[in-house]
């Protein structure tokens, strides 16, 4: 009986949340200002460059590696390493002006996630027929869920006083979680599927116990310290007990 | 038909994989270079420099003669503790990586701005060195003024 009305509350509790029940919306535009680093003083010229839309130079190329770091897994919140490998393979040298990147959806790549903050350089230049390698240190926001992202990473250079810009990364990366294994979910899971644990072998014992009791023959019944044997009733010698008995053995 | 549709698409498909192999950027070695420098600060109020050069070969072929040369670290300001600022390997194939470590100590109070460091290597199609930089390092504040420390407070608030 109290079964069915626990029973009855709450399919009655789930009913009632229904109306206040509402779809989480993500924002598809986190746009944050995160912290770069500058190797120097800033070019005054230098807004004119970066956001615009340059072509690649003829005979650079570039690379991107993400060091110690092949499966290329970023820390949210955390702040990753890549470095930009340009190869200056014409005349003229090449001079580097800033290195940008911005996160997408990996299925819309016209969903733009966050743009990272762009990294300035005052003095670094590639001569010619020569690789230099560049760094450029990243943080995405701390609030992006974990899972696949795309990552785009254009560095901004000139030859010549005429502005290029080459895409060196237009691939994946891995956003995963900061923190360490230990965590207040992490304990709490741990604890939970412990104690079910130990709640279902305390169970199949019960089952084992219950199984096993039913195989034995019929329980034994307690009969208490004393017996029924007559010829122990000594004490009713000379009773109306004993009479009786004397009697009805007489009759037989 | 089936399989007649199967065995284009195979030559197709062999077709397109052997162009693009032909296509791909160069059969060079691509030096990718990382320089990573920190300060630790002993306790016997000396600062040492831990330069650590990782270098990586992100081509499709062989470097040979890999020399690496890290000359901006100036005499008078830095001393060199243990480790050479030079060396060389024999070779770096691709997809590899060479590691080289050594450690400074600082003279001199102030602000430094290190250059990068200049690995120099040889390739079988061209006989001119070839030279990569490496990445430059950020700015290190030398035998910095640190703040005075929090248990002389404690022994104030005890005494």
Not at chain 1, 112 to 120: H, P, R, S, Y
Not at chain 2, 62 to 84: C, E, H, K, R
């Amino acid at each position: 009986m109290a079964i069915k009305i626990l029973r009855v509350f709450f399919i009655g509790l789930l009913l009632l949340q229904f109306p206040l029940f509402q779809v989480v919306r993500c924002q598809s535009e986190i746009e944050a200002d995160v912290e770069g680093s500058e190797l120097g003083i800033v070019r005054e010229d230098v807004q004119d460059f970066v956001g615009g839309n340059f072509k690649p130079a003829p005979g650079v190329e570039t690379i991107c590696l993400f060091p110690k770091n092949s499966a290329k897994v970023v820390p949210a919140g955390e702040k990753t390493e890549l470095l930009v490998g340009m190869e200056n393979v014409g005349q003229s040298p090449l001079n580097i002006i800033a290195i940008e990147a911005s996160v997408h959806l990996p299925f819309d790549h016209r969903m733009l996630v966050q743009n990272l903050t762009a990294q300035v350089f005052d003095n670094a230049s590639v001569p010619p027929s020569t690789q230099a390698t560049f760094p450029y240190i990243f943080a995405v926001s701390k609030f992006l869920q974990p899972g696949t992202f795309d990552l785009v990473g254009t560095v901004v250079y000139e030859i010549n006083q005429s502005p290029y810009q080459s895409t060196f990364y237009n691939g994946t990366i891995e956003v995963v979680e900061a923190g360490g294994f230990v965590s207040v979910e992490s304990v709490f899971l741990v604890t939970l599927g412990i104690s079910l644990v130990v709640l279902l072998g305390l169970w199949i014992h019960g089952q084992f116990k219950r199984i096993s009791q039913k195989t034995k023959a019929a329980p034994k019944v307690e009969v208490g310290t004393g017996t029924t044997d007559a010829s122990m009733d000594e004490w009713l010698q000379g009773t109306a007990y004993n009479q009786s008995s004397s009697k009805s053995k007489k009759k037989k | 038909m089936a399989r007649l549709i199967r065995n284009s698409l195979m030559k197709a498909l062999i077709l397109i994989f052997f162009a693009s192999v032909a296509t791909a950027t160069g059969d060079a070695p691509f030096i990718v270079a990382h320089k990573k420098a920190s300060l630790t600060r002993l306790k016997s109020g000396s600062e040492r420099v831990s330069v650590s050069i990782d270098i990586y070969n992100q081509g499709f072929s062989t470097a040979y003669d890999v020399s690496l040369l890290d000359d901006s670290w100036p005499q008078d300001m830095f001393d060199i503790v243990s480790g050479n600022t030079s060396r060389s390997w024999e070779r770096l194939d691709a997809g590899g990586l060479l590691s080289h470590s050594f450690e400074l100590e600082a003279k001199k109070q102030g602000m430094f701005y290190g250059a990068p460091a200049v690995i120099t290597f040889r390739i079988p199609t061209k006989a001119a060195l070839q030279e990569a930089y490496s990445t430059p390092i950020l700015p290190l504040d030398v035998l910095a003024e640190r703040p005075p420390e929090k248990k002389f407070d404690w022994v104030k608030v005890a005494g």
